[in-house]
């Protein structure tokens, strides 16, 4: 059944109703209690024209006791009424909880059903012959629009004003749709942080008559929001709850990084290519001019292709440049090819209706069995205005499939002379950035290898997977408290095959101090009796470090092990985000195995640091652990040893000793 919103007035006035049919006081105060806890379900029914809908009603009790709130617990002094109390209703009864300092509702909680975020958005649409292509296929540039219609209105329901697509990250497509299938979107925000949010959007489809669901996509879009008058907006803070939306919470804050790291990447990895050699790696005698797939096209907006806000919409735009990309791809390949990947959207500025958008598209890059198309898209208002816009551009992965399915053997493409050949170089150098996110991000955890080989090209990738490891490990909602000596709190986790520790204590000190100190793997000997010394091998930029590591733990071959440490560090993006040091294993050409040690290697391991008060800092400390630590972890665990709490116990006082190290207060500097 379902529910609605309601005015002020009106929620009083039906608390007043019920709390006379009840004999209990009625609300006096104006406005909502900090946390209110509105009841959803209530006997008061009004009918509307689609239906009768709830009505909600506050009751006041009594003065906030903790124990009163039974909703929330957090002594509001509001209390909700159980479906069918004192009403004979049937229906659910449900908890609003409102954000702190009138931020508004942030959480929907529904007694018997899944707990519902209130920026999320589904959709659902059947698949028509109109949407498809000529195999009976869904269009991408369909899809697309569905995409960014889905998750404006995810941004929207959030930010309360309206918001315009910023970018949309890369997109990997896993399964094609047919005619006659549904498709399933939800989007959500994940975050929000000055007047940008990022919204994640999964797509799936369906088969009504065998009932069987598949993942197509799953896609980040950036969300801006728009001033309706000179006020700066400033958006409200998105509240996750569950251990899902607190990993994509965090894990949105280094996206973002990576994003604006990207060209920086790729300029780097320029620096390093060779036009010849990556030329001779085709083995197809076919060879087309670049030229030859060239496609410009024209494209009026009318007010059918503007949004609700007067602009183009953007997955209209998005549309129509995959359709210019398809027609470059088939001019190459004299076919009809699949499109596999798309590889960030970035919107550079807005058009309206009355525009012309100019499309240009051209194969930039062929890899054997794939080939990158460059879109670009212009604005101007008249046919005579000589300035352009440039508002959008995207690079678009595509293949060609055999009767089996399979991809098949592509002509090897002739770059054109200037801008074609820095075009060809810039294509390689994203498809090795493509393998590099597939390898070290899009794979299943226990599907990277432990020690992935680091170099300049993967740096940022391999930087994201180890911050997003340790806090995709914070996040979860499943630690057991093991044992506690004093201060020193040891909890666990285990599942998928791993056994998980987290290591947690309190010290009088700030947190940026705790961070600077522990996130220098060089003083860890100082109190880790397992490290024997650490070396600072490449100082990658001011947040990544790589060290060699020597342990005074010998291995089944009775031999010392060391290892080679990503270091990556991270400053709080926003209030309440703790410092984070995340640590993990890699492999460098310059640091060969030796000998005379063991090889080890880390999974995932790191710091995570809360400034509590502003005199006390929790210091939690998570590995998760592979076998040359078992041992040791279901020791402590087993309560035959204490080893882990002296460790942490001369952490404590190495802290205490150091924190106001002047060499400290220069290096935050």
């Known amino acids: 059944m379902p529910t609605c919103i309601l005015l002020e007035d009106e929620l009083r006035s039906s608390a007043k109703l019920l709390a006379s049919r009840n004999g209990a006081p009625a609300p006096k105060q104006s406005g909502f209690p900090p946390r209110a806890c509105l009841l959803l379900g209530c006997p008061l029914r009004r009918e509307a024209p689609d239906g009768p809908f709830l009505l909600a009603a506050l009751i006041r009790i009594q003065p906030p006791k903790p124990d009163d709130c039974r909703s929330c617990g957090e002594g509001c002094g ?64 369909q899809l697309l629009k569905w995409i960014d219609t889905a998750a404006c209105l995810s941004a929207e329901r959030h930010a ?7 970018s949309v990250d890369d997109i990997y497509f896993e399964h094609t749709i047919s005619v006659g299938q549904v498709v399933n979107i939800k989007a959500k925000v994940n975050r ?5 949010m990022e919204v994640g959007i999964q797509v799936s489809y369906e088969d009504l008559c065998s009932g069987e669901q598949w993942n197509v996509c799953k896609a980040y879009a950036t969300f ?42 790729i300029k780097d990895l320029l620096s390093n290519s060779s036009l010849q050699a990556e030329r001779e790696t085709g083995d197809c005698k076919t060879m087309v001019p670049a030229g030859q797939t060239r496609v410009e096209s024209v494209e009026l907006v009318l007010p059918p292709h503007a949004n609700h806000q007067g602009n183009t919409f953007g997955g209209q735009i998005m549309a129509w440049m995959e359709n210019v990309a398809t027609i470059a791809a088939s001019r190459l390949c004299h076919a009809h090819p699949t499109l596999k990947a798309i590889e960030m959207f970035h919107f550079r500025g807005p058009s309206q209706v009355g525009d012309r958008l100019l499309l240009k ?10 080939m990158e198309v460059g879109v670009c898209v212009e604005a101007y208002g008249q046919e005579m205005e000589v300035s352009r816009r440039h508002i959008n551009s995207a690079f678009m992965t595509f293949v060609v499939l055999d009767e089996e ?13 200037g801008d074609g050949e820095r075009r060809y170089r810039e294509a390689s150098a994203r498809k090795k950035i493509r393998l590099d996110r597939k390898y070290v991000i899009s794979c299943k955890q226990t599907e990277v290898p432990l020690s992935v080989p680091w170099d300049q090209s993967n740096k940022v990738y391999l930087s994201y ?14 630690w057991v408290l093991a044992t506690e000596i004093d201060k020193v709190k040891m909890y666990t986790v285990e599942e998928d095959k791993f056994l998980s520790f987290r290591i947690e204590m309190t010290v009088s000190m700030a947190a940026w101090q705790a961070f600077l100190l522990l996130s220098d793997l060089r003083r860890r000997c100082e109190w880790d009796d397992h490290y024997a010394s650490a070396e600072l091998v490449q100082q990658v930029d001011d947040d990544d470090v790589i060290y060699h590591v020597l342990s005074q733990t010998n291995s089944l071959e009775n031999k010392p092990q060391d290892f080679i440490i990503l270091a990556s560090r991270r400053k709080p993006c926003d209030k309440g985000d703790p410092y984070v040091v995340a640590f993990r294993s890699v492999t460098l050409p310059t640091c060969p195995a030796n000998p005379k040690y063991t090889r080890g290697e880390t999974l995932c391991s790191g710091f995570c640091i809360w400034q509590e008060t502003e005199e006390l800092t929790k210091v939690a400390y998570y590995n998760q652990a592979t076998p040359g630590y078992l041992n040791y972890v279901t020791a402590n665990i087993a309560g035959l040893s204490s080893n882990f709490y002296s460790t942490f116990e001369a952490c404590e006082r190495f802290l205490m000793r150091n924190k106001d190290d002047i060499r400290v207060g220069l290096q935050n500097l």
């Open 78 to 141: 509001w209390e909700w009424m159980s479906a069918g109390e004192d009403c004979g209703c049937s229906s659910r009864a449900a908890v609003l909880h409102c954000g702190p300092d009138g931020a508004g509702p942030q959480r929907i909680m529904q007694r018997g059903t899944e707990t519902r975020n209130p920026t999320e958005v589904q959709m659902s649409q059947m698949v028509l012959p109109c949407h498809t292509n000529h195999c009976g296929q869904l269009g991408v540039g």
């Open 405 to 417: 399915g399979q991809p098949r053997t592509l002509p090897v493409v002739v770059p054109e002379p």
């Open 224 to 265: 801006v929001a728009q001033r309706t008058s000179n006020t700066k907006i400033k958006l409200k803070p998105v509240i996750p709850q569950t251990e899902e939306e607190k990993t994509e919470y965090s894990i949105a804050a280094e996206r973002r990084r990576m994003r604006l790291a990207h060209t920086d990447t």
């Open 361 to 370: 598209a051209i194969v930039n890059n062929v890899f054997k069995n794939s």
């Open 160 to 166: 309360g004003c309206p918001c315009v697509t910023a």
């Open 465 to 478: 997977n180890n911050v997003s490891a340790l806090k995709t490990l914070v996040a979860k909602t499943n």
């Open 192 to 196: 929000a942080f000055n007047s940008s």
